[in-house]
């Protein structure tokens, strides 16, 4: 399974960025996908999570009202939009997949394939 992650950059506190993520290597559809970030001197966090469908998606406290996760499985992409951003959402930005389940799931070790990361930089 590859995972590639795209859309970061710098933007201004209050302003919108959108992630995307393109997996390959086998049936997108049967599972489902994280988002997770890391700042400097952090550990790695849970952002968001959507289940197969899409149908069901979990956020994090930090980001939810401001970011949504959704996916396409026609063409093997999960996103990220980021709304209405901060300075602490300044990271480097990760795309996750398990190695098994069609579930979402926030606990890091439940994802065997990672993105190689976008940083996404807010300035105040």
């Known amino acids: 399974v590859q995972l590639q992650a795209s859309g970061g950059g710098l933007v201004q506190a209050g302003g919108s960025l959108r992630l995307s993520c393109a997996a390959s290597?086998?049936?997108?559809?049967?599972?489902?996908m994280g988002w997770f970030r890391q700042a400097p001197g952090k550990e790695r966090e849970f952002v968001a999570a959507?289940?197969?469908?899409?149908?069901?998606?979990y956020y994090a406290d930090s980001v939810k009202g401001r970011f949504t996760i959704s996916r396409d499985n026609a063409k093997n992409l999960v996103y990220l939009q980021m709304n209405s951003l901060k300075p602490e959402d300044t990271a480097v930005y990760y795309c996750?997949?398990?190695?098994?389940?069609?579930?979402?799931?926030?606990?890091?070790?439940?994802?065997?394939?990672w993105g190689q990361g976008t940083q996404v930089t807010v300035s105040s």
């Open positions: 996750a997949a398990p190695g098994s389940g069609f579930g979402y799931y926030t606990d890091p070790l439940k994802y065997d394939y």
């Open positions: 290597g086998r049936t997108f559809s049967s599972y489902g």
């Open positions: 959507i289940n197969w469908s899409g149908g069901i998606k």
